[in-house]
């Protein structure tokens, strides 16, 4: 947790002309600041997912509304209402389900429903782009640019996904991923010789050995880095090709795309093997990734778990495991990743659907969800209802000790502890 109470600097009033640590001038006390930025870091979130389903065309009054609201709720004296703020919070949830379910249909209605892909990891040799971040849009324009060019195009990151998207997978030069979660692009970056495209949130300050092929777009700048002006990728691709591409190396492979249709078309044989007491539980094992050590966590987690189990994934910190064989249950996959952490609405989707199958609430399912640092998408599910899930390793630092006992007391969350302890606390 922060060394400081609270930490606010937005107004002229603020103590000493430096920062409220303590109490704000204006009154908002330490409680009432966490959760205004708990909901501005929420609202980060949303508007992420928002710009881009705006890109491809989509748009919801309520969701721009709902964004106004929040922002304006934490400017200095308009509310200093604690349980009004988590109220807002929850709003934040609900704006933040919808805008993950037009991004979805949005992505599906210009890229396809994404089908299971297997994907080669490594580099295959010659010119090569490696394309990290979530933008689809930018991806899919990019693959038309280097068609008819021996320029082979890899996902980086949270791109990965995109191998499952029919519209995009058709592409010739769509070659492979190569790295991981987006916090090895510095040695991937280094260690490839590719030009490196940035699309979105989640690219950091480029090292000096590959900032000169390093390139950005939109809204994403970069010191060093070149920025892309209106799609025309022309220099990026001439960069490539000035380059030559790393060296062809040995290939490894990884599965993602599956899609809630895919996924529905096995309900009864999912429903079969539960009755049957062959699937024990499903686990929603998801988040964003950090160079904490602790992260291990999740690697450690999916490892434990009994082969009767199935783990759905999605964003970054699948990364941890999604090498791991975990071999399938007469033949469901035991793994299955579902994508981009905004695919959260997939795993929600599916949830919904297991309830209908097994006629069952929410809360009843056999379904444990385990989430690393998310503000938007854990709102979302407080907001739907979600009880009893594991957070963690590092909890939210917005979150004191009053906002704790209020999730732990509604919502029974639980901090994780060591993967052995939690496992055994779920399955009994
Ligand atoms: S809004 Fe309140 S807490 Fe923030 S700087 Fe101004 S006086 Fe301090
Ligand atoms: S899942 Fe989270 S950490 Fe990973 S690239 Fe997306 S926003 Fe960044």
């Known amino acids: 947790m922060s060394d400081f109470n609270m930490f606010c600097y937005q107004c002229s009033q603020t103590a000493r002309g430096s920062a409220c640590t303590a109490k704000g001038v204006c009154g908002k006390d330490a409680l009432v600041a966490r959760l205004q930025d708990n909901l501005i870091f929420a609202m980060k979130g949303i508007s992420a997912y928002n710009y881009h389903a705006n890109e491809l065309g989509a748009r919801d009054e309520e969701v721009d509304e709902f964004l106004t609201k929040g922002l304006y709720s934490t400017l200095t004296n308009v509310n200093f209402d604690a349980a009004d703020l988590i109220q807002l919070g929850l709003d934040a949830g609900e704006a933040n389900f919808k805008v993950m379910k037009m991004l979805k249909e949005a992505h599906i209605e210009k890229f396809g429903e994404p089908v299971p892909a297997e994907v080669k990891v490594g580099a295959q040799g010659g010119p090569a782009i490696i394309v990290t971040g979530h933008d689809l849009l930018a991806l899919e324009e990019l693959l038309k640019q280097t068609e008819g060019t021996d320029v082979k195009v890899y996902t980086h990151s949270e791109m990965l996904p995109a191998h499952g998207y029919p519209e995009l997978a058709k592409y010739e030069s769509l070659a492979g991923q190569i790295g991981g979660a987006w916090i090895d692009q510095k040695k991937i970056f280094s260690e490839y010789n590719a030009a490196i495209l940035g699309t979105t949130n989640c690219v950091l300050i480029p090292k000096d050995d590959y900032a000169d092929r390093l390139f950005t777009m939109d809204i994403v700048k970069v010191p060093g880095a070149t920025v892309i002006e209106d799609y025309d990728f022309k220099p990026l691709i001439d960069k490539a090709i000035e380059l030559g591409g790393p060296e062809a190396e040995e290939l ?59 783990v759905l994934t999605l964003a970054c910190n699948k990364f941890r495991f999604n090498d791991l064989d975990l071999g399938d249950i007469e033949g469901i996959p035991r793994l299955l990743d579902l994508g981009q952490c905004n695919d959260a609405i997939v795993a929600i989707e599916l949830a919904v659907a297991l309830c209908d199958l097994f006629e069952m609430e929410l809360n009843e399912l056999p379904l444990t969800i385990v989430l690393s640092w998310m503000e938007h998408i854990l709102w979302t599910l407080l907001y739907l209802g979600k009880t009893d899930m594991f957070i963690g390793p590092v909890l939210p630092a917005w979150a004191n000790e009053d906002i704790l006992n209020v999730l732990v007391g509604n919502y029974n969350l639980t901090p994780v502890s060591t993967p052995k302890e939690d496992i055994k606390k779920i399955m009994g």
Request: glycine share 6%; with cysteine.
């Open 252 to 310: 490894t492979t990884i599965t993602t795309g599956f899609g809630l249709s895919t996924i529905l078309s096995l309900a009864p044989q999912i429903k079969e093997l539960v009755l049957a007491g062959k699937i024990k539980r499903f686990f929603l094992v998801a988040g964003c990734d950090t160079p904490n050590p602790r992260m291990n966590y999740y690697r450690e987690f999916v490892q434990e778990l009994p082969e009767d189990t199935i």
